[in-house]
């Protein structure tokens, strides 16, 4: 069973490749393509896989683009981060959708629906495209946090970064301030704007207001200094530097 994984975060290609590994053992993941461009090239260029496991915002794009450009028969799995009732709206009309983070169960749903070979009546890409274009996904405006027995929320302004120490997650304040949360950076990375903050690396995600300053470094990496924070080791790999960029830019 070959399949092929399109995903432009490195956490989500992780977590499903892991699920996959469990729930479709037989499975033989060929290739994880992060862009539009990529994955119209992999397509010009290899026969194609028994399943697909599609994000729909790309690091270029959105991953309908693929499909207008090359010819693709296999079936598909969508994945995304837009809110649940999208979710129900699409498998309303037979097609499978994955929230992300993804859920074992959910996946072994639409595994097992792949496995039957079963066929419905779908819809068109474009009226893929009106679902996807008319939701707004919501983003957490606070967190709560715990001070002793006392509960409190800390605005979103307020935040300059999320990290993970010890095994624990924190939020820190732009004041300098640190609390423990209850989310991983996994969670907390699809619950704040991506306008706002961004997945530096594993262990931080930064607001745009947080960093201090951006340097060269080896390897074709970014060295980043944040506000407030001791690390003077916050790296950007290669692969993240484009879209940090672009982040920055916008």
């Known amino acids: 069973m070959k399949v092929l994984i399109i995903e432009d975060e490195k956490p989500a290609v992780r977590r499903l490749t892991q699920l996959l590994s469990k729930h479709l053992p037989e499975a033989q993941v060929l290739e994880s393509l992060d862009t539009v461009s990529a994955a119209v090239s992999w397509f010009n260029h290899n026969p194609e896989p028994d399943l697909i496991f599609v994000d729909i915002?790309?690091?270029?794009?959105?991953?309908?683009?693929?499909?207008?450009?090359?010819?693709?028969?296999?079936?598909?799995i969508f994945c995304t981060a837009y809110d649940q009732y999208a979710?129900?709206?699409?498998?309303?009309?037979?097609?499978?959708?994955?929230?992300k983070p993804i859920d074992p169960e959910e996946l072994t749903q639409a595994l097992n629906k792949f496995r039957s070979g079963k066929k419905e009546a779908g819809i068109s890409l474009e009226q893929i495209r009106?679902?996807?274009?008319?939701?707004?996904?919501?983003?957490?405006?606070?967190?709560?946090?715990?001070?002793?027995?006392?509960?409190?929320?800390i605005d979103i302004q307020d935040i300059a970064f999320f990290y993970s120490e010890d095994?624990?997650?924190?939020?820190?304040?732009?004041?300098?301030?640190?609390?423990?949360?209850?989310?991983?950076?996994?969670e907390i990375e699809g619950m704040v704007a991506p306008e706002q903050f961004f997945r530096i690396n594993r262990k931080y995600i930064s607001s745009i207001s947080a960093i201090k300053d951006v340097f060269t470094?080896?390897?074709?990496?970014?060295?980043?200094?944040?506000e407030n924070c001791n690390d003077n080791d916050i790296l950007i790999s290669r692969e993240r530097m484009g879209?940090?960029?672009?982040?920055?830019?916008q």
Do not use: C, M
């Open 87 to 99: 979710i129900k709206a699409f498998k309303l009309n037979s097609i499978d959708y994955l929230l």
């Open 243 to 249: 879209p940090f960029k672009t982040w920055l830019g």
């Open 57 to 76: 915002q790309l690091a270029d794009g959105i991953s309908f683009e693929i499909f207008d450009k090359v010819k693709v028969t296999a079936p598909i």
């Open 130 to 153: 009106s679902l996807i274009q008319t939701p707004t996904k919501t983003f957490k405006t606070r967190f709560l946090v715990k001070l002793g027995e006392r509960i409190q929320t």
């Open 167 to 186: 095994k624990i997650t924190l939020l820190q304040t732009r004041q300098g301030k640190k609390f423990a949360l209850d989310y991983i950076l996994d």
């Open 217 to 226: 470094y080896s390897n074709s990496r970014l060295k980043v200094h944040l």
